[in-house]
């Protein structure tokens, strides 16, 4: 049962973050983490998950789009995330990203 409850969080972030993108906007990871029940540092699994999934797909990573309402940028898993998947992002700074 934990498994299948963790996909429907998985899918319900994507779903949250397509309409971030469409609006063009940002969401913080407190709201986001409001939004789908949880604890804003519980989110890192699940966002990994989502953005490993638009990979496959040929989407921007869409995890990008959560940022922290202090730094209004992602946190540091992210940039590492997408470093380890496009190789283009290896030799470029988190500002650069």
Excluded at 36 to 48: I, K, S
Excluded at 66 to 86: D, E, I, N, T
């Amino acid at each position: 049962m934990p498994e299948t409850f963790e996909v429907d969080r998985v899918d319900r972030i994507a779903d949250i973050l397509l309409g971030v993108a469409t609006a063009k906007g940002l969401i913080g990871y407190g709201p986001l983490a409001k939004r789908v029940d949880t604890r804003p540092d519980f989110l890192r699994q699940p966002l990994d998950k989502v953005s490993r999934r638009a990979f496959d797909k040929g989407e921007p990573l869409w995890s990008a789009l959560v940022v922290s309402r202090s730094a209004g940028r992602p946190s540091s898993g992210f940039y590492g995330l997408a470093r380890k998947m496009r190789p283009e992002y290896a030799s470029q700074s988190d500002d650069e990203l």
